[in-house]
Nanobody, 116 residues
Framework: QVQLVESGGGLVQPGGSLRLSCVAS????????MRWYRQAPGKERESVAF????????DYADSVKGRFTISRDNAKNTVYLQMNSLKPGDTAVYYC?????????WGQGTQVTVSS
């Protein structure tokens, strides 16, 4: 079955960095685009970053452009989110997502807290 397992979250001071990882299994990872989302308390889940199956195309929410970088390693079935210059407004649970045959699969999420 499809599984997505995120890791790498934690508590970081404003201006700091974190790298999130999402390890995928149960499907042909190299054939699918991947996305990172986040959900802050009391807010709707929002798309943060997109990467195509080959890694050749990426896209970002305006709020994270220039600070976050999405990448993937198809040999390791893993998608990453490098987050730099973190702000308190980046505090959220971060999820990776894949859509397979119109069905959306989510990981369990990893908490990122940006606070001094």
């Amino acid at each position: 079955q499809v599984q997505l397992v995120e890791s790498g979250g934690g508590l970081v001071q404003p201006g700091g960095s974190l790298r999130l990882s999402c390890v995928a299994s149960g499907f042909a990872f190299r054939d699918y685009d991947m996305r990172w989302y986040r959900q802050a308390p009391g807010k709707e889940r929002e798309s943060v970053a997109f990467i195509s199956n080959t890694g050749g195309t990426t896209d970002y929410a305006d709020s994270v452009k220039g600070r976050f970088t999405i990448s993937r390693d198809n040999a390791k079935n893993t998608v990453y989110l490098q987050m730099n210059s973190l702000k308190p407004g980046d505090t959220a649970v971060y999820y990776c997502r894949v859509t397979i045959e119109s069905r959306r699969y989510w990981g369990q999420g990893t908490q990122v807290t940006v606070s001094s």
